[in-house]
């Protein structure tokens, strides 16, 4: 295993004092996933306190354990980096691994789509070097650090995923990522319960651009309706490159054509005058819209896009996101789309449409099951009603739905497309299983409270994936 950090790199960082000499291979904050070699970093939560851990995380094969005080169980002779504050020392990780890389950086947000992009991008930037990203969506205060700390240092790319709930969130993380390239995927009515409007969430967003390096370039949503507001603030910024992508005349990455078939969608597209024809392994318009960001950015790096794009036939649609999951059930089989990490209008919109793509086998049909999307503050209620529109638009035959406001939605459906409403997902599971059949195409979507994964679960444990 290489080295990421030495000791004495650990102690210049961060200026803590390390009790033994040692060098770790990888940084962990669990030790459920904790790997031999790893720094365990004891980080203080709402609910445990990481240094409670510290023993078992050495007794893993840790290398050391950064602590801010050294835990009343721990031997005199275990490496320890002692530090004043441990989240402190992993952003001071993730600060002293941006300043000795490399690579070029690309840093990515948006309302929808930033895990998704940023997994395209590590495919595709893959193709032309070793390329580093964020964790799963470690997007947070302590996530962005967390991906930065474990940036190998010769890597040729790293690409980071940026969130927020409140103003100023973005500003302090892309002070560490510092990207060549930001990434807005696009602006939509999320955490409205914070934000109050579009153009306030677009405002936070494009904090993003005040982290560019110098010479650095934005790159933007074509079609959005806050598309003149993020070149505004880009240009406030004193970003001196601007891109956009989408369908838009004038697109830098313009979306020509596309297609769905069974194994994804194909796509053509016209990127900074030259056109391109390519194939993405997952299915959605939305998904287009993504490959389009990821191709924009590889261009600007100066990339191959024919090399890209073959590398993003790879590309499949993640847990939670879009993955699809054949279900053995009775004498066949039911295709259900994940969709079950997040949720708010317009990627609800997304995920109705691609049911609407679906072919449901034989006698089969389209079951939309749907929880509520939350964080949308005082306009939630007639966000979920606006919904029945686009499950009346994706033909869906069937219709379940959990939580408070999606009863609104339910009730503005026609009789014929209800199946059943309940307060919670674990109420309406045990009739989507007993009322599924085979050749059905099932969507599950809703907020991650909706815990929309107990309807995944049920359906699994009902028959077996295939």
């Known amino acids: 295993m290489s080295t990421l950090w030495t000791s004495r790199e650990l102690e210049a ?25 790893d720094l365990f970093v004891a980080l203080r939560g709402d609910a445990r306190d990481g240094h409670e851990f510290v023993a078992a ?24 980096l002692c530090v004043a504050h441990t989240l402190r020392g992993l952003e001071d990780l993730g600060r002293a691994a941006r300043e000795r890389a490399l690579g070029r950086i690309v840093a990515v947000t948006g309302s929808a789509g930033k895990t998704t992009t940023k997994e395209m991008l590590r495919l595709a930037l893959g193709a032309f070097g070793t390329t580093h990203a964020s964790l799963a969506s470690y997007n947070n205060h302590w ?26 969130e973005i500003r302090t993380l892309v002070d560490f990522t510092r990207p060549d390239i930001a990434v807005v995927t696009t602006i939509a009515p999320a955490h409205l319960e914070y934000f109050g409007s579009t153009e306030a969430i677009a405002d936070a967003k494009s904090e993003i651009f005040e982290g560019l390096k110098q010479g650095g370039a934005a790159i933007v949503p074509a079609d959005n309706s806050c598309t003149a507001r993020l070149i505004a603030r880009a240009r406030q910024a004193r970003v001196e490159h601007i891109l956009t992508f989408g369908e838009a005349p004038g697109s830098d990455a313009r979306l020509l054509s596309s297609s769905e078939d069974s194994w994804g969608i194909q796509l053509e597209a016209d990127i900074l005058g030259h056109r ?40 499949s649609a993640l847990k939670g996101r879009g993955a699809r999951l054949a279900i053995s059930l009775g004498e066949g089989a039911v295709e259900v789309i994940d969709e079950s990490y997040n949720a708010n209008p317009a990627s609800m919109r997304a995920a109705l449409s691609l049911l609407g793509s679906a072919r449901p086998d034989a006698d089969g049909r389209r079951i939309a099951v749907l929880g509520d999307m939350l964080e949308l503050g005082a306009e939630s209620s007639a966000l979920h ?4 529109s686009p499950v009346e638009e994706a033909r869906a035959d069937l219709v379940f739905a959990c939580g408070r406001d999606m009863r609104a939605m339910f009730d503005a459906l026609p009789v014929s497309r209800r199946g059943m409403w309940g307060a919670t997902s674990s109420d309406i599971a045990p009739e989507v299983v007993r009322t599924s059949r085979p050749g059905d195409v099932i969507l599950v979507k809703g907020s991650l409270g909706s815990r929309m994964a107990v309807v995944l679960d049920a359906l699994k444990s009902a028959g077996r994936p295939v």
């Open 13 to 37: 960082a961060t200026l803590g004092r390390a009790r033994h000499a040692f060098e770790a291979s990888g940084i962990s904050i669990d030790t459920r996933t904790l790997k031999s070699g």
């Open 57 to 80: 995380a050495l007794a893993r094969g840790a290398a050391a354990a950064m602590v801010s005080h050294v835990p009343g169980d721990t031997s005199d002779d275990v490496p320890l």
């Open 143 to 168: 996530g962005v650090p967390f991906s930065l700390a474990l940036l190998p240092r010769k890597s040729d790319f790293g690409v980071f995923e940026i969130g927020m709930n409140h103003f100023g």
């Open 276 to 315: 391109y024809r390519l194939r993405v392994g997952a299915a959605g318009t939305h998904m287009a819209q993504n490959a389009l960001a990821t191709l924009l950015t590889v261009a600007t790096f100066g990339g191959d896009i024919e090399r890209a794009a073959t590398a993003l036939e790879t590309f």
């Open 385 to 388: 009603v606006a919904l029945a």
